[in-house]
């Protein structure tokens, strides 16, 4: 069975730190990965996009790696702020239509 | 360049009603999926249009149904809605269908069913 597990579920940080978010998942047959950014009760924004030829992807204080041997993806943040505060999820295309998502990592930076 | 938008953001249904959501997808986009985020959990595929033909299906009933317009907006209704069908519902689209192409996520639809 394909799936994407993030752990830890929560992440407090304080404001300035970097942190590392991290995603695995069971079937190295990827397409691609996406990062997904969500505040509370809203949609998703999409943040990253790494395909499966790739092995990262930097997008300002974020950078997205790729392993997919090892089945994990990390998304780091550098030089945390309070509005990097959210749940981020984590979704691959396992090349059957759809995006497998995992259960995402709720992120708090304290200031 | 529009992004994707859903109607409507909220709505409260009874027990054993219907309802339809939409979406307009981004410009340029012909693919649309939806996906149903219950509260504390990751979003889980319902199914995906292509083109106006349902092109994959996640493991839902039959009473979820869609629709894919020319104008590649489209509908998803659900009948005799259960108190479980509560959770936010997204909209995703992407230029093609295929393996390596980026979704673009609506702001939800958030249903409550009572």
Redesign the interface.
């Known amino acids: 069975k394909q799936e ?1 597990t993030q752990i830890p579920a929560a992440l407090s940080v304080p404001e300035g730190e970097n942190l590392v978010l991290n995603c695995s998942f069971t079937d190295s047959a990827i ?2 990965l ?1 990062w ?1 950014r969500q505040d509370p ?6 943040l990253l ?1 790494i ?2 030829s790739q092995r990262e992807q930097t997008s300002g204080r974020l950078n997205a790696s790729l392993d997919k041997s090892s089945g994990r993806s990390t998304l780091y943040i550098a030089a945390s702020q309070p509005g990097d505060s959210a749940t981020y ?1 984590c ?1 691959v ?1 396992f ?10 990592t709720r992120l708090t930076i304290i200031p | 360049e529009t992004g994707v938008t859903q109607s409507p953001t909220h709505l409260i249904k009874t027990r054993g009603q219907q309802v339809t959501l939409r979406c307009s997808s981004q410009s340029g986009h012909n693919t649309v999926s939806w996906y149903q985020q219950a509260l504390g959990q990751g979003p889980q595929f319902i199914f995906q249009y292509y083109r106006e033909e349902e092109n994959g299906r996640g493991n839902f009933p039959p009473r979820f149904s869609g629709l894919q317009f020319p104008n590649y907006s489209s509908e998803l209704n659900v009948n005799a809605l259960e108190l479980d069908d509560s959770a936010l519902y997204l909209c995703a689209s992407s230029p093609r269908t295929g393996m390596n192409t980026e979704a673009f996520f609506g702001q939800g639809t958030r249903l409550t069913v009572v």
């Open positions: 994407v397409y691609n996406q997904f009760g809203k949609g998703l924004t999409s996009l395909q499966s999820l979704a295309n090349g059957n239509e759809k995006l497998t998502f995992g259960t995402g």
